[in-house]
């Protein structure tokens, strides 16, 4: 027994200190990177920089750096370097306010107590404080001043929204108050216990998937009203009969919770927690619970699709990983939110039901995934977190085929929320191209709808896997201050370090490259074989050993001498030869271990070896 013990132990270590050893060598070649480039990046050699966290994911491994001064976190000082599946650098971040920053005294002589009492004041908070946050950072002000600051952040049940204030921890004086919380639409200028054992359980609910206005493939209008959320035969039929494959049974009693997501009530209005005796959650659109149950479908199935079939891991980093929502929030007023620092969402009510209409539920629930795949520094400049919001709304929307292209509804985001006498709604045929002149705080919510366009025309032409995977794999390489350009060339080189697997093709990153440009981003060169590699193996040709250490030999019908060229799986030509039938090996010693593509130029032979 005692052998087993000692040999689980000793393995155990073994694996972690090869990990630990492969993390320590991607820090350090992270910061000559960053050291190499800080011209580029906007940093300079005093600046210094924590190494905060890695993230393995489906297209390499991303490295995030918090800047400092004197141990004090630099507001939106984060740097994000991204390396491909063979260790090598093919994204990295910017970091604007380092040129901006001068020094500071970083010892606080107002203390965390009294800027908490004057942050509360300033935002006007009322009512009981669901959470609360108080901490020290390095912030520069809209007018270039570098401040020490304490960064209190307040939610409050009567005060709807995620409240920053910013109070000088010298002077005490409020900097700045805003609501972080990222809304689906234009905000209005306002301001331990012993626990049951809980049982997992199945059930059924109706749902509107997404909207009766697709379902039933008709217009705003007659009996397909809000009407103050009265219901009829036509609405009742346009719902949609599912199954709730995980819910939880406690002491006979039935819950919205599952292993993704969770019903909350922690904004006014009231409205509880709808948990009941039986399985099967069957509302109609009059009845509160309708909505409860019907954003809890769609948040849980989205996260099963991301986590499960993308297999990409995307969770929340507080409740155990657990999504808290609030069906009926933001005091009842007509627009929604999500709560950064507390990892929430909360739906209003005004008009059409705010969690009646699936894209509002995943509009935000985008910015949720924004903000978890960033390491919790997801950016809106230039309405790059609103314009991914509609992304991910519209991905699941379109995807159920109810309109055709020539139809209107096929670009509507919020088709039951919007485009009505409620609000105007947006689109994903968005007309305006990107300029880097748009602002990077006014107009968000409009000027994301050039971000969204862009990418469901790249999802119309490669589908919904792919774009999606690019999407939430580019977003995971981009910080709290990268704005749209940034984000498009991090979701194109998501697609060239994935280019031959999960079906991409240089085909893929053409067309990619080609939507990105159209819309007035601007693209840098990239090279990549244009032989698919779903048809590598029909050629003509051998190499061994495969894996391969030293020498590859290549065993074909040679008709002469022959130009041998090795290319990264992105594309990047690292080696050329020539080889005949007396000289048939290609030294390979010098490559990275990794996966490359052999190619015999004028011929369509290519093979596919791993180099040890």
Request: glycine share 6%; charged share 20%.
């Amino acid at each position: 027994m005692n052998l087993k013990i000692n040999f689980f132990v000793a393995s155990f270590a073994l694996t972690f200190s090869t990990m630990y050893a492969q993390t320590t060598t991607l820090e350090s070649k992270a910061r000559d990177w960053i050291s190499a480039n800080s011209n580029k990046i906007g940093t300079a050699s005093k600046d210094h920089f924590e190494f905060k966290s890695s993230r393995k994911s489906l297209s390499g491994e991303t490295l995030r750096f918090q800047q400092d001064i004197n141990g004090v976190p630099v507001y939106e000082g984060d740097i994000a370097v991204h390396f491909n599946n063979r260790g090598e650098v093919t994204f990295g971040t910017e970091v604007s306010v380092s040129k901006k920053l001068k020094q500071l005294d970083t010892h606080p002589t107002y203390s965390k107590t009294d800027a908490f009492d004057k942050a509360k004041i300033a935002a006007e908070i009322k009512g009981e404080i669901t959470h609360q946050e108080n901490d020290l950072y390095v912030f520069v002000t809209e007018e270039g001043e570098t401040k020490l600051v304490h960064r209190v952040i307040i939610n409050s049940f009567d005060t709807p929204g995620d409240w920053e204030i910013m109070v000088d921890a010298h002077s005490g004086e409020v900097i700045r108050v805003l609501d972080i919380a990222n809304y689906h639409k234009d905000k209005p200028k306002k301001k331990t216990i012993n626990k049951p054992a809980e049982v997992k359980a199945a059930g059924t609910a109706y749902i509107f998937n997404p909207n009766p206005l697709s379902v039933a493939h008709v217009a705003y209008g007659g009996d397909y009203v809000d009407n103050n959320d009265a219901t009829n035969a036509s609405l009742d039929a346009a719902r949609s009969l599912v199954t709730l494959s995980d819910i939880t049974l406690t002491n006979g009693t039935y819950s919205l919770k599952s292993k993704y997501v969770q019903v909350a009530d922690f904004e006014s209005p009231a409205t509880g927690l709808f948990s009941q005796a039986t399985p099967n959650f069957l509302f109609n659109r009059n009845e509160q619970g309708f909505e409860a149950v019907n954003a809890f479908y769609h948040l849980d199935k989205s996260m099963a699709y991301i986590n499960e079939t993308l297999g990409i891991v995307c969770k929340s980093t507080l409740n155990n990983g657990i999504l808290l929502f609030d069906p009926h929030g933001v005091g009842g007023d007509d627009n929604s939110h999500f709560i950064p620092s507390s990892q929430r969402l909360a739906f209003g009510e005004g008009c059409v039901d705010d969690a009646e209409d699936t894209d509002v539920v995943l509009h935000e629930f985008g910015h949720a995934i924004h903000y978890w795949v960033t390491g919790l520094k997801s950016s809106s400049s230039q309405g790059l977190g609103e314009g991914s919001g509609d992304y991910w709304a519209m991905s699941y929307s379109r995807s159920l085929n109810q309109w055709a292209p020539t139809e209107a509804h096929y670009n509507w985001v919020f088709g039951w929320d919007g485009h009505n006498e409620c609000w105007a709604g947006r689109i994903t045929n968005y007309p305006t191209k990107y300029t880097s002149s748009i602002s990077n705080t006014a107009n968000i919510h409009r000027d994301g709808q050039i971000w969204a366009t862009t990418l469901m025309k790249i999802y119309d032409k490669i589908g919904k896997d792919k774009t999606d995977r690019i999407f939430l794999e580019g977003l995971a390489m981009t910080n709290s201050s990268a704005n749209q350009q940034t984000a498009a060339i991090a979701v194109r080189q998501a697609a060239i370090d994935m280019v031959g697997t999960y079906g991409f093709t240089c085909d893929d990153v053409a067309i990619i490259s080609q939507e990105m440009t159209t819309t007035g981003y601007t693209m840098p060169a990239y090279e990549c074989i244009t032989l698919a590699v779903s048809d590598i193996n029909k050629n003509s040709v051998a190499v061994y050993p495969n894996p391969a250490n030293e020498n590859l030999t290549v065993v074909m019908d040679f008709k002469k001498t022959e130009t041998a060229e090795i290319y990264s799986l992105e594309g990047r030509k690292v080696s050329e030869s020539n080889i005949n039938s007396n000289n048939n090996m290609i030294n390979v010693s010098k490559l990275n271990k990794g996966v490359y593509l052999l190619k015999i130029k004028g011929t369509d032979v290519v093979q596919k070896f791993i180099k040890n």
